[in-house]
């Protein structure tokens, strides 16, 4: 099974929404990364969080990592079409200790209607 | 402009003919990595390599082959194709700074491969 799971599989939500994505992981997250996909493109780096608690933010977009629940939640406010695509978060597979080996959710795919 | 390329972009092949997937970047990096991406599967690493002429598996490395002999490149060899092979493919690089990790930095990922085996 995957050691990253994302909720919801897929989201469709009206312009100026806002909305969340989550990312929860079967072992303990020592760091996350945020990716987003153009369908069928390469993937666009949004954040890396490395802290238990740390929160950061982009434009429109926010992302927290929090340890205890081996959780990490990305927050859109007030969505555009713009902000469509695939989001996919990613770990360190080792749980901070294997120096390469990476794993990714199966990603969450977002619509936004005008 | 810093950048990893790929190449081919599409490639329609047949069942058993070798093939080899290129990838390069021009940033220094030392760690590259290779993953394919399948519907509801999400990104899969293939191999990872974290520095000239030293590679390891990911996830799914079965029918893969992979070389680092340069910093810059990191080829991906598909020694005899199968149709379960049919996926995009990315190529992705990142330093590893002071911490020799590659989780530690931002993971630069190519504009990806779409093969199709036949």
């Known amino acids: 099974s995957q050691e990253l799971e994302q909720s919801p599989q897929s989201l469709i939500v009206q312009e100026g929404k806002n909305l969340t994505i989550n990312c929860t992981s079967s072992k303990t997250l020592y760091g996350l990364y945020w990716y987003k996909q153009k369908y069928g493109e390469g993937l666009i780096f949004l954040m890396m969080l490395q802290k238990g608690g740390e929160e950061k933010s982009h434009e429109k977009i926010t992302a927290k990592l929090d340890e205890k629940k081996q959780q990490s939640s990305l927050h859109i406010t007030a969505s555009q079409p713009s902000h469509a695509g695939i989001y996919l978060c990613g770990a360190d597979r080792g749980g901070g200790t294997s120096y390469g080996k990476l794993t990714f959710g199966q990603g969450t795919i977002l619509t936004v209607h005008p | 402009e810093a950048q990893v390329t790929q190449n081919p972009r599409y490639l329609i092949t047949v069942t058993g003919k070798k093939l080899t997937v290129t990838c390069s970047q021009n940033m220094n990096h030392e760690y590259m990595s290779w993953y394919r991406q399948d519907p509801g599967l999400g990104l899969r690493q293939i191999y990872y390599s974290m520095n000239v002429e030293v590679t390891d598996k990911g996830d799914v490395p079965e029918g893969y082959k992979v070389s680092r002999k340069e910093k810059r490149n990191f080829p991906l060899i598909l020694e005899s194709p199968s149709p379960n092979q049919t996926s995009l493919y990315f190529c992705?690089?990142?330093?590893?700074?002071?911490?020799?990790?590659?989780?530690?930095?931002?993971?630069?990922f190519g504009p990806g491969t779409r093969l199709t085996v036949l």
């Open positions: 992705a690089s990142s330093t590893t700074g002071t911490s020799g990790r590659a989780f530690n930095n931002e993971q630069f």
